[in-house]
């Protein structure tokens, strides 16, 4: 993958590891006899950040789907909401949970209530 790096121009990065790794600018630097750019590090680091932001985009549709769940049961079986609201409650409340991304669990949807 050819980007540009400020400072440095275009390099060859690379395979982008995951969704969850970005570009690391201080993996070049500029050979004062060449004038060319050359990887004196690794190209791409992992991102936090990143991570958890594609947690967050793939719980998006499932508090969506929970927030209708609870609508459908309050009209339905008021005493039955109360079941969804406490799942869809676990959904906004994983990013709060879990210290590392990859140790994510999502609720179970409850079913049939």
Same mark, same amino acid.
Request: charged share 25%; aromatic share 16%.
């Given at each position: 993958m050819r980007i540009k790096i400020e400072g440095i121009g275009y390099v060859n990065a690379g395979v982008k590891p995951s969704e969850h790794h970005q570009i690391n600018p201080a993996a070049w630097s500029i050979n004062e006899e060449t004038g060319l750019a050359e990887l004196v590090g690794n190209p @791409?680091?992992?991102? $936090? *950040?990143?991570? @958890? $932001? *594609?947690? =967050? *985009?793939? =719980? *998006?549709?499932?508090l969506a789907e929970a927030d209708e769940l609870v609508k459908r049961a309050e009209d339905a079986n008021p005493a039955a909401a109360d079941v969804y609201r406490a799942y869809r409650q676990a959904l906004r409340d994983v990013p709060q949970t879990y210290v590392n991304p990859d140790d994510v669990v999502w609720p179970t949807k409850p079913m049939g209530v």
């Open positions: @791409w680091v992992y991102s $936090d *950040a990143l991570h @958890w $932001d *594609a947690i =967050r *985009a793939e =719980r *998006a549709p499932l």
